[in-house]
């Protein structure tokens, strides 16, 4: 565990040394270049601002709503017949939609229902095995001229739903 | 599309919040998600100048040129029309070096700066080029190493194994992975 957490630690560190460590190596203006890039950076975060604004408002409103209760509470039956616990689809559901709101719910499960229990291993290995699909879109678009974004929020979706029954089978398999 | 997911969800808000009597909220909601998106935004203002910063350096020493060639065999496939040199293709190779290493305040701002060079190559078009649509599902879905966040969440929780989920989390991340390009692979070849 603790090697884990100490890798993890790591990873920028190492990163950013080996970053400076071969430009100076290759006789790179280090800070003339960093700080050229740096005001590029500055540049697109402006860029993105307004595209965020709009989008996560959205989102917001949709999440506050309370339209993914009825979401849930409509497609128990299915959850049911599929042998997914009902107890993880509110993190399957909010897992796309925020990052923040499903992490609070994953505590939440670890807590009520034990980390080590079945539902909380799927909770976790769902949680691990997937990304904010809406806030990875919406930031991502935000940066370009495109507004037909063609089959990426599809293909992503579908990555939602599958991540949903491979943490169960995976985990059905692995610990029971 | 975009105009008609930014309608549906905003229009569904309202008319669900009128059954369910969170009108309100959803007010409530829709100024503080604006406030929350330009916070969001000025934190990743530094995340953003110092990643492009530092790109720049890697740019420019040889680093970025190192990993290209580590990681070509993988992105020659999913990237079939990113010449390798390109700016685009080393910032997408930071990128996913950066989330492999779960580096998520790197991944992102490598991540949008890509999508930047990607505009550049597709003429600023309005629709999205494949590269566009596959980088993004590929940011969607997880190539991290070590889940550290879940795991120091689940020895909080008290776990008695808190990393017993690393194995697991590999497989369940790969399924979804394959699954997920699979599926862009075969929209772009339907596309063209």
Redesign the interface.
């Known amino acids: 565990m603790n090697v884990i957490t100490l890798l993890s630690n790591l990873a920028m560190p190492v990163v950013i040394f080996f970053i400076i460590a071969s430009g100076l190596m290759n006789n790179v203006n280090l800070f003339e270049a960093f700080t050229r890039g740096a005001k590029e950076g500055l540049k697109t975060a402006y860029n993105i601002a307004a595209p965020l604004v709009g989008l996560m408002v959205a989102i917001g409103m949709f999440r506050a709503s309370g339209a993914l209760d009825l979401i849930v509470h409509a497609i128990s039956p299915v959850c049911n017949f599929l042998k997914i616990p009902p107890e993880i689809m509110p993190l399957a559901l909010m897992r796309p939609i925020s990052g923040s709101a499903s992490l609070a719910i994953a505590k939440d499960i670890l807590t009520t229902y034990g980390a080590d229990s079945l539902i909380g291993k799927i909770a976790s290995i769902l949680m691990s095995s997937s990304e904010t699909t809406f806030y990875t879109i919406t930031v991502y678009f935000a940066a370009v001229s495109a507004t037909n974004y063609r089959y990426s929020l599809k293909s992503s979706l579908l990555g939602d739903l599958v991540v949903v029954f491979a943490s169960v089978a995976v985990c059905r398999i692995l610990f029971s | 599309?975009?105009?008609y997911?930014?309608a549906f969800?905003?229009l569904?808000?309202?008319v669900?919040?009128a059954f369910?009597g969170?009108i309100d909220?959803?007010a409530?909601?829709?100024i503080?998600?604006?406030n929350?998106?330009?916070t969001?935004?000025l934190t990743?203002?530094g995340a953003?100048?110092?990643?492009?910063?530092?790109?720049?350096?890697?740019e420019?020493?040889?680093?970025v040129k190192?990993l290209s060639k580590l990681l070509y065999p993988v992105t020659k496939r999913l990237f079939r029309e990113i010449p390798q040199k390109s700016q685009a293709m080393g910032y997408i190779v930071m990128n996913i070096?950066?989330n492999i290493?779960?580096?998520g305040n790197?991944a992102?701002?490598l991540?949008?700066?890509a999508?930047?060079e990607?505009?550049k190559l597709?003429g600023?078009?309005?629709?999205?080029?494949c590269a566009?649509?596959t980088?993004?599902?590929l940011?969607?879905?997880?190539i991290?190493l070590?889940?550290?966040?879940?795991?120091?969440?689940?020895?909080q929780?008290?776990?008695?194994?808190?990393?017993e989920?690393?194995?697991?989390?590999w497989?369940?991340?790969f399924?979804?992975?394959i699954?997920?390009l699979l599926?862009?692979k075969i929209?772009?070849k339907m596309?063209s």
């Open positions: 599309m975009i105009n997911i930014w969800l905003i569904v808000s309202i669900v919040s369910t969170r909220q959803v409530n909601a829709a503080k998600s604006s929350e998106a330009i969001m935004v990743l203002c953003m100048c110092l990643w492009s910063g530092l790109m720049k350096i890697a420019e020493g040889n680093l190192v070096v950066a290493l779960g580096m790197a992102t701002p991540g949008i700066k999508m930047e990607l505009d597709n600023k078009s309005a629709r999205a080029s566009m649509c980088f993004v599902v940011n969607t879905a997880s991290q070590i889940p550290a966040n879940m795991i120091a969440l689940r020895m929780a008290g776990s008695s194994n808190p990393s989920i690393i194995v697991p989390v497989i369940t991340s399924i979804t992975l699954s997920v599926c862009a929209h772009e596309d």
